[in-house]
């Protein structure tokens, strides 16, 4: 059912202060792998408010 997959809706994430990629992984119970690869960033970047991050 790749169709359903594909339909799945596209989800951003503002990052606010103090926020970790663990914790907004966490928040949407996603791998922050995932968040990492939607990103082209790396576990260690350093997020600053106000970035937008795709979730899935």
Do not use: M, Q, W
């Not at 989800?11 to 922050?32: D, Q």
């Not at 970047?45 to 937008?52: C, N």
């Amino acid at each position: 059912f790749d169709y359903l997959r594909s339909a799945r809706k596209v989800v951003y994430h503002r990052v606010r202060s103090g926020e970790t990629l663990a914790r907004i992984a966490r928040k949407y119970r996603v791998p922050v792998s995932r968040i990492c690869k939607l990103n082209r960033i790396s576990s260690r970047t350093k997020l600053r408010p106000g970035r937008r991050l795709r979730i899935r």
